[in-house]
């Protein structure tokens, strides 16, 4: 697209959404690429699709360790006929290559080589067309920036390998030139242009298709906010199984995937399908594999070692503090605690966390003991009675206490002290030192809820 075609786009439309994903190969330079024989990847399989020539040799060797690197080597693998050749190289391992395990395992089962450890140097052509790949031998280094071993040349591995077709196929970019990339931000959806916004493969160069179409509906749902248009979007749906207690039972078993049928190997030298899709009564059976993690996920009370992540459920409400417009919401059903005695910090729990969570620091830290709770710096305790129970918190030099009785909660904290409505959680017999409260009546609704979870946790 060029700047011409986008300033009319804008100008007739007031929200432009760029989904257009990265087009062009990324360049890839080594001496002799001019040569004929260097095919674009892109190009390549797009002529292939729409059977046009390719120009395609019967010794193919691809480069790079991509989706697309996988995609044209299985394509030319199926061109070549049985006395062809087609190999992979990549400067790193397998296991560090970052196409999908599935493309990799397919490339591996059609019996396409992966040569490991391989960095191209130069192609050698005679009369123009590609004979050979210059390569050398790479060994595993240090990390890099990416969290990869980064590779290192060995000094003296030159080799060479006889070829008539080269494919780079080391990553994509974008083919537009109206925003200023440098500037995109993986993290956010709009551009530098006012009511521009960029997602999918073009904001973060390859992730999943389910991760582009997330793309599209976030878009979509920042537009329409900022419209201030009330489509119910963000409405509440209610799940035909989220029963809390079938949900955990649930979770605690393995089903398996039904699985889908492929072709078998012998028969794979076409461009038919191989991987066939469900029937209706096996996509059923699929689908209701669910475990609704996005209504209760749990999965860091399942995984601890230390069994210190507590679960429990209180009902969603809303609570306002009267003659203001502060506000309290619970908006779901699920919550945890964390139990700091049990806890070693083993990091699990931040490891598993599918929203990319530290539950382990995040999580209210509930103590069993005052020795625990006098020795960490921030937390909750439970004290008292069962007919007038007492959560205390701290934060580092600030205490305060919730208590509840038959008839109402008392919050107390240096300045402030007063009685909350157990049925509204608003604020009754205020004995406060100060008339700034939110931030406490806030604190004394969030210890209500806590309160309710230490008792689950202690059958209190
Ligand atoms: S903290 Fe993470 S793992 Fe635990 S319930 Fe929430 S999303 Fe799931
Ligand atoms: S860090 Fe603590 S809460 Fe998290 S898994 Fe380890 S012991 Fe459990």
Redesign the pocket.
């Known amino acids: 697209m060029i700047k011409q075609d986008s300033n009319e786009l804008r100008k007739k439309n007031d929200f432009v959404y760029i989904a257009a994903g990265a087009q062009n190969a990324r360049a890839f330079y080594v001496e002799g690429m001019e040569a004929e024989g260097v095919l674009n990847p892109l190009q390549f399989l797009y002529d292939v699709k729409n059977e046009k020539s390719t120009g395609l040799g019967k010794r193919v060797l691809i480069i790079g360790g991509g989706n697309t690197a996988m995609d044209a080597a299985r394509t030319a693998k199926r061109l070549v006929g049985v006395d062809g050749q087609v190999r992979i190289l990549y400067r790193r391992m397998i296991k560090q290559m970052p196409a999908n395990y599935e493309e990799i395992k397919a490339v591996l089962d059609e019996s396409i080589e992966i040569q490991e450890l391989i960095n191209p140097l130069s192609v050698s052509a005679v009369n123009g067309k590609v004979a050979s790949l210059v390569c050398q031998k790479m060994k595993l280094g240090e990390k890099d920036t990416s969290g990869r071993a980064r590779p290192e040349p060995i000094d003296g591995s030159e080799f060479e390998i006889a070829c008539d077709t080269i494919i780079p196929a080391v990553g994509q970019d974008l083919a537009f030139d109206f925003i200023n990339t440098k500037k995109l931000d993986a993290n956010n959806y709009e551009t530098e242009l006012p009511g521009v916004f960029i997602g999918g493969d073009a904001l973060n160069r390859g992730l999943s298709a389910i991760a582009a179409i997330g793309d599209g509906r976030k878009v979509a749902q920042l537009i329409i906010d900022s419209c201030g248009i009330d489509f119910e979007t963000k409405k509440n749906f209610k799940k035909a199984d989220t029963d809390y207690r079938k949900l955990m039972i649930k979770k605690a078993k393995r089903i398996k995937s039904v699985g889908v049928s492929e072709t078998s190997l012998n028969q794979r030298n076409n461009f038919n399908l191989i991987v066939s899709s469900l029937t209706r009564e096996e996509t059923i059976e699929e689908a209701s594999r669910c475990l609704f993690c996005d209504e209760i996920c749990n999965i ?1 009370t399942t ?4 069994l ?2 507590f679960g429990y459920q209180h009902q969603p409400f809303t609570a306002q503090l009267s003659g203001t417009e502060t506000k309290f919401e619970l908006t779901q059903v699920p919550q945890i605690l ?1 139990i700091a005695d ?9 490891t598993f966390c599918p929203t990319s969570g530290a ?2 620091k995040e999580k209210p830290h509930f103590h069993l003991t005052q020795e625990s709770f006098n020795n960490d710096s921030e937390g909750y305790l439970l004290v008292g009675s069962a007919s007038e129970m007492s959560l205390l918190y701290k934060n580092n030099e600030d205490m305060c206490s919730l208590t509840e009785n038959s008839e109402y909660f008392t919050y107390f904290s240096e300045k402030v002290r007063f009685q909350l409505n157990r049925q509204t959680l608003d604020i009754e017999d205020d004995k406060s030192f100060t008339d700034k409260i939110e931030k406490d009546w806030k604190k004394a609704v969030e210890m209500c809820v806590i309160l309710q979870g230490a008792k689950q946790f202690l059958g209190a």
């Open positions: 860091c995984l601890c070692p230390n210190a992540l964390h049990w806890c070693n910090q083993c990091g699990n729990c931040n539950p382990y």
